[in-house]
DNA sequence: TATATTGTGTATCGTTTACTACATAAATAG
DNA sequence: CTATTTATGTAGTAAACGATACACAATATA
């Protein structure tokens, strides 16, 4: 199972490197293109679409990113630390495990709808099938689904042991659920629906908390 | 939107065509093709693969089903009818809305964890991303979606005018919200989920139904 | 039997894939 | 300055991709 904590590498621009200097930035050539993979998968992006986008040969690509999964892996990596962790943070720090899943689901809604980047949630609909030659790739995504869904059952427990949630409570079952909403909602923005559509959808799945009170 | 209703072709084996006859059973090649694409997904399933699992040569395999898109089509085609529409048939039947997404919801966590074929489904986590080339087969698969969606507001409407759903609720947020948990549940079978955790996953879905008078 | 028609196996086709050899350019270090 | 180091652009590589040309085999029809 993959770790939450995700090291950024930040470009050092002020140490300055023995050779010619590199002619791009390097964050935001990983940023292309992590929105590159994010839009069409992994298997769907080639190096030509890359090269083409990041606006650079392909052995200066090479020799910053090592190789395509490589690239791959690193863009994730970004995108852990600039979209998912915020998300996950909202988990962990609210009041009560009901509180943080409701806010992870929210903020959810709103990332994966939000216009400056392609829809949907590279890690929740990511890679789900691919050839065995890309297994690793495969699995790790996998990894990264699992994590969340890890995220989610260390909140319910702490919950438990705050008393805020029944400590008879089926906790795997409702972080199976909730990580299932989170890859519903990805699809759905991937199909298109907006971030109002993601947000009934988050509060429909916040109706089936334990023991919720409901108004007809 | 694509039509829910889909004609097989199925062989005639009794009527005698002209030419040399077919070494292989077609419809049965159809399925090990449906398998590889619902396994590794449309551009993770080469022709190698095809050709190798199908037991038969490229020029077999185009002379029957005339390209790669054309035949993952007719696999898509075999599923909907084989295993999809008997899902749908267990909503539209059913006496009312409320019992109709449920058996739906039971329906999909048996079938996406069968054990004789891949694990999850194969158009709710289908080409959900892909090549600017393959961009026709993400929108067959989008449709199928769509068309699922479709299936379910049409089964809420019945409903409301059946008398056993209020007429103001908004149908369009549950139908949504029902389409986003069958996706999520097959995210979460490609992830290993087993039956029992899918069952769990559609009962707190139900959870959720409008009106429902939950025990803690 | 002769002809038409269709499927099969061999051996490719041209294109795209991910990746790299190599010479040169641009920086630092001594 | 020279030497070293790193990045870049040109022009490739071998392998895999989807798809076929062609000769031959196997059937139905005339």
């Known amino acids: ?90 988990l962990a720090q609210a009041a009560t495990a009901r509180i943080g899943l409701d806010s992870m689901l929210r903020g959810a809604a709103e990332q994966f709808t939000a216009p400056d980047h392609p829809p949907g949630c590279p890690i929740a609909s990511g890679v789900l099938r691919c050839a065995e030659a890309n297994a690793a790739i495969g699995e790790l995504t996998a990894d990264h689904r699992r994590n969340t869904r890890a995220m989610m059952l260390a909140r319910l427990q702490q919950g438990q042991q ?20 989170i890859q519903g909602m990805s699809v759905q923005a991937i199909d298109g629906a907006s971030t109002a559509d993601l947000l009934k959808m988050a509060d429909l799945a916040m109706q089936a908390w334990p023991g919720n009170p409901q108004a007809s």
Chains 1, 2 share one sequence.
Do not use: C
């Open 1 to 90: 199972m993959a770790s939450s904590i995700n090291f950024v590498v930040i470009d050092m621009e002020n140490k300055k490197s023995r050779g010619r200097p590199r002619a791009f930035d390097r964050t935001q050539a990983l940023e292309l293109a992590l929105h590159l993979f994010w839009a069409k998968g992994y298997e769907g992006t080639s190096l030509n679409d890359l090269t083409s986008t990041l606006g650079i040969n392909a052995p200066s690509l090479y020799a910053a990113f090592e190789s395509k999964p490589a690239l791959y892996r690193e863009s994730i990596d970004l995108y852990l630390a600039q979209q998912y962790e915020r998300i996950g943070a909202l």
């Open 162 to 181: 705050d008393g805020d949630l029944p400590v008879d409570l089926d906790i795997h079952a409702l972080a199976g659920f909730y990580a299932g909403i």
